[in-house]
């Protein structure tokens, strides 16, 4: 068998190909940054180009001036949001903290009598617990010590590589955006002639998908977050705010966002208000929270979505955390989207192939 110099040049071209992504996997932990830039500019370069053709007077308004205003919206709000929820819960602390042992004694009057009849005596007061975990750790002061030392030089070490990510990614973001459509232009050039045009449409498709996806999506929170707040602050919890806040926009995060929220919630609601009670209203407001994204929101702000079942929304936030980490949760549907559109055209190829229709 002969190898021609076209085969022979496409499989150097592969193996290249496949020497990058197994370099960008071990990587992965620098990447962060600069893949956070990226989706972040994807989703503001429509607002920097929205920008760019406004005019003051008779000149455009340049790209860079936009960039930075697109950034400085973005921290704002960023920002705005902390100021919002830190104060709140800074507040809510102390209330946590002085009624967390009424909650211990309520669930130590509920449950303790009806343990003991099996033969399990256990106490739930707060002076119980303390003594508890002063007996567990009494003979292991030592190896405590040395524990909490060396979580406290690898959490450092953490917090000098997160603090060094914060920083640098308005860096990576605002050169992204600056050049976003000169690197573009240049990822265009580096498509064979030959697969252009369809490498195009897929793009074009994929770009489709992910905007109604990301847009949608980013509305959906907004109005949750607006609902939750609103619905539990009517129902007397005093955290309303920061839980309400917080389960709008872990929405993005299917199933683990949601049932977040709902923990919080939770524990406010017995914390805070009578246990049946708050538990009731608790279950009232996120059972209607649920279905008005399930069946009203989501399907006419988001559309479709990206048309995965669940247990396939469930493998790729498994499987995306697994790899990359938080920042891999936050990609499992974005890349799940894309796989899709790619899984989508692979199937048409495989029913048009030879292997397929040959009898």
């Not at 209330?95 to 967390?100: A, G, K, R, S, V």
């Not at 005093?238 to 949601?258: D, E, K, Q, R, W």
Request: include cysteine; proline fraction near 4%.
């Amino acid at each position: 068998m002969t190898i021609t110099k076209e085969q022979f040049q496409t499989a150097i071209w592969v193996l290249l190909g496949i020497a990058l992504v197994l370099l960008l996997f071990m990587l992965g932990p620098v990447l962060m940054p600069f893949v956070t830039g990226a989706i972040l500019a994807y989703i503001l370069n429509p607002l920097v180009d929205r920008l760019c053709r406004c005019t003051i007077g008779k000149r455009s308004l340049a790209r860079s001036m936009a960039v930075l205003i697109a950034m400085v919206a973005l921290i704002a709000s960023i920002l705005a949001l902390a100021l919002i929820v830190l104060p709140v819960v800074q507040n809510e602390i102390p209330l946590l903290q002085e009624q967390i042992p009424r909650f211990l004694d309520q669930m130590d009057a509920m449950f303790a009598p009806k343990l003991l009849d099996y033969g399990i005596h256990v106490k739930l007061d707060s002076a119980g617990i303390k003594q508890m975990l002063s007996e567990q750790l009494a003979g292991s002061g030592q190896k405590v010590t040395s524990g909490i030392l060396e979580s406290l030089k690898v959490g450092g070490t953490a917090v000098i590589g997160l603090v060094a990510n914060v920083l640098l990614i308005p860096m990576v973001l605002y050169y992204l955006l600056l050049d976003w459509h000169a690197i573009l232009n240049r990822m265009h050039l580096f498509i064979p002639r030959r697969w252009v045009n369809k490498t195009t449409d897929l793009v074009q498709e994929t770009d489709d998908l992910l905007a109604q996806y990301l847009r949608g999506q980013l509305l959906v929170m907004f109005i949750l977050a607006v609902y939750y707040s609103s619905a539990l602050a009517l129902a007397g919890f005093s955290v309303a705010l920061p839980v309400g806040i917080l389960t709008g926009l872990l929405v993005f995060i299917p199933y683990i966002g949601f049932g977040f929220g709902l923990c919080l919630a939770l524990i406010g609601a017995v914390l805070q208000l009578d246990p049946l009670h708050g538990l009731l209203m608790v279950a009232i407001i996120y059972g209607i929270g649920q279905v008005v994204e399930g069946f009203y929101l989501t399907p006419r702000l988001v559309g479709e979505r990206i048309g995965l079942p669940p247990l396939a929304v469930i493998f790729a936030l498994l499987a995306f955390g697994q790899l990359f980490g938080f920042i891999g949760i936050l990609l499992a549907l974005p890349a799940s989207a894309i796989t899709s559109v790619a899984l989508k055209h692979l199937r048409a190829l495989y029913y048009r192939s030879r292997f397929y229709t040959a009898s």
